[in-house]
């Protein structure tokens, strides 16, 4: 049915190659309220946040100003790796749905962390190398951003320590012995090793733990060992603009082939992957050079931005981090068991909150169920076999192309998949054999969570 | 120190890809012995493989006189959903080894069966789906071949019933599930579904299986199931036919750049990812256009190549397969546990046996712990983890290229990057907590297997 001149795989040739990241914020209207210091309440500022973090990333994180990065040579050789990463015309999709709408997917999951993660992960690695710092610390829950990390600090010598979730250090035992063949140090959460670990294993000797002990243990050891800093995989500004190769390499390609998106789609937990994808699409939409609809997916069991609240908050379950202004849940809300682990996270990042509540993207919740029945359908016919989190977004492109079919309308599509589902074939198996569950949280659950947001001025 | 003028991944552009595979025994002047009926111990007909095989695949199993194979159009546009598969120039691993070697290597790991697999799978598809069949059996033990065959049957609507190894079915169960994924029904070997299956049973109760006894009874299944034939993923010469799209594309890659390898390296099994990579230049060094060292790289533990004898033999275990004339250990021989389970077969191709008997290749064999060393070494700079048969070609490719660094020679080598080690980090483990074995089967224990080949005249 399609005509295919265009290719399946856009390859960017090495040349073509984004040279520099881009800042959205600097060209938001409404700029993204700052982080605030716990102890204070005030703004952080970037000795507060030097501390945490490398300084050369504390000056990313706070950067509203500049909106082009130059990637480092070391980065872009890095990159060339595994980048520049397809954009792929799903042919065999729009075929199996016989639309007319066109679908095209940046596909980030071909590297070994399985993820866009690396992106970022080797941007932060080489500022701490440069800073001439030892090693870093880290959290992981299903495992992700472990590994890419892993593989940063292994390429620039760094040493890595990740806190992981202790049930996931036990259920994931493939993920923690993928980081360690990268030399990195796995310890499950909560730990001996430090002062919050104990006190949470006194407090609740069988905790199986959670991703905001395992962060409040990584960043008590990074500031407690001399050479070491904390980093951190998603929602903040620094991984925002590392992860903007995304959507810089697909409007690259997509100019290429003199194509332009109707509608762009991924998935959102912290935000990392989606405002990496729309960065460059969202400065045209902000700068009015062009329109398109902008669609974030979270799971119906974690939906921060269509039920949540906007309002500042703790970005880590302990309370210990700084508090950032976003579409919240409450910290305290805990997520019923899903298996898009990468998006069961109660806020979101600020710039993409800000971006929702100016209305400049739209936001659905699905059904894990529904998920998965998504991806099994796009791994038979376009061979790839998804993650979790990515098939959120597949599930809502599939939407829109059948709606396409239905009004006859020749939509371009461009979806984002973030990563592949080699680490996730028990959530698989859950799904084959009708045992997979979907929880909705009730109003009242909510309402709990958001009883206990923080009181802050202004 | 590399100039780094040539990229680090050659693409080629869709356009390039190759359009017809090349058979390489209409080159040979020895040709490779025919298949033998075990019923008679004359040479296979079409007739006596067209009960087991489809009849295209049984035409190109017998054809040593047409040099090319036009691919399919069908065929071709599911390559273009994962080829053409990078070639890499390894920069980072040369500056590792601080070697003046130029190492290249193509992968074959980015798609979801992990490896070259799919490359013939979905020819043997197609070719079932074209004779109107209704479905393929198969046998898998580690799962790289059931996958790829799950995901080409469920490309082309085909019914694809796979036997696998109990031991693997139980053991990897995340394997199972990437099959199920893709539709196909996975059944643990030995099986009450087949007479041979309840027969083992019967005779061993608590047997935990054998690739030979899923060979059986796939096998038994195709020949008893209307509008069913049965499939196989390496050895054949149809398999070797497919898979020469890996030493095509690579050989079109290397052109472009006016690359010439000096030495030509990749890991063997049963033969099908070295058959298929050193096809396009084996055939030039056998027409006398150029010449390559071209090196077999296999367990030790297995060594059919290094330690076997060139004699007639059975196929599989269960010794209802025909007899092939090949370098092997004896089809009694039982290869001690090792985590490639890929390289875990006591013969070779015939078409890479009768090579290696021309010495027109060379063969070594390497042990498990080295072979892991590699893996993780390579991993570590170049990002990609590797599937442990993958990683016997790394191993002597570092060898080599660190021969280079001793003579300060500048050589060219590219080898063979089969697939990734997802789904073998169980192994990956073991070697991280020194609990991996070595083991190296004695001549006293190669000459019991040996002693039992059948006799054959001629």
Not at 77 to 93: E, G, I, N, T
Not at 199 to 217: D, F, N, V
Not at 315 to 343: E, Q
Request: proline share 5%; net charge negative.
């Amino acid at each position: 049915m399609a005509d295919k001149k265009i290719p399946y795989k856009i390859y960017l040739e090495e040349s073509e190659m984004p040279r520099a990241w881009y800042n959205l914020r600097a060209d938001m209207k409404n700029k993204p309220a700052p982080l605030l210091n716990p102890a204070t309440m005030k703004p952080m500022t970037a000795e507060d946040l030097s501390v945490v973090f490398c300084e050369e990333l504390v000056k990313q994180e706070l950067d509203e100003t500049n909106a082009y990065y130059e990637i480092p040579e070391e980065i872009r050789d890095f990159y060339k790796m595994y980048r520049p990463s397809p954009l792929v015309r799903a042919y065999c999709l729009e075929e199996k749905l016989q639309t007319p709408a066109k679908i095209y997917y940046k596909f980030e999951g071909n590297n070994t962390s399985g993820s866009h993660k690396l992106n970022s992960a080797i941007a932060q690695a080489y500022y701490a190398k440069k800073q001439g710092l030892v090693g870093v610390t880290t959290e992981t829950g299903a495992g992700q951003w472990g590994t890419a990390l892993s593989m940063a600090c292994s390429y620039f010598g760094l040493d890595c320590k990740v806190y992981m979730v202790k049930c996931s250090y036990e259920q994931k035992p493939h993920r923690r012995e993928v980081m360690r063949t990268y030399g990195a140090s796995v310890t499950p959460s909560p730990s001996m090793e430090t002062s919050v670990g104990r006190k949470i294993l006194a407090e609740h000797p069988g905790t199986t733990g959670s991703l905001g002990c395992a962060i409040s243990e990584a960043v008590e050891k990074a500031t407690n060992t001399e050479g070491y800093r904390y980093v951190l995989g998603s929602v903040l500004n620094q991984v925002m603009l590392h992860q903007s190769v995304i959507g810089l390499e697909t409007k690259i390609a997509l100019d290429k082939y003199d194509i332009k998106p109707d509608i762009i789609i991924g998935c959102a937990g912290g935000g990392s992957n989606l405002g990496g994808l729309i960065a460059p699409f969202m400065g045209e939409k902000i700068r009015g050079e062009a329109d398109y609809r902008i669609i974030a997916v979270e799971p119906s069991s974690c939906p921060s931005l269509t039920r949540g609240v906007y309002a500042y908050d703790y970005c880590d379950t302990g309370m210990v981090c700084p508090l950032a202004k976003m579409y919240t849940l409450g910290s305290g809300f805990i997520p019923a068991a899903n298996h898009a682990g990468g998006l069961r996270y109660h806020g979101m990042s600020s710039t993409l909150s800000q971006l929702y509540d100016d209305k400049l993207m739209e936001a659905v919740s699905v059904a894990q169920t529904e998920v998965f029945a998504a991806a099994e359908q796009f791994a038979r016919v376009e061979g790839i076999l998804p993650a979790p989190e990515s098939s959120h977004a597949i599930k809502i492109a599939i939407d829109e192309a059948m709606r396409c079919k239905e009004t006859g309308e020749e939509k371009t599509i461009v979806f984002g998949l973030t990563g592949t589902g080699y680490f996730d074939m028990y959530a698989y198996e859950k799904f084959h054999d009708g045992k997979m569950e979907n929880y909705v949280p009730t109003d009242e659950e909510l309402a709990v969570a958001l009883a206990k947001l923080p009181k802050v001025e202004g």
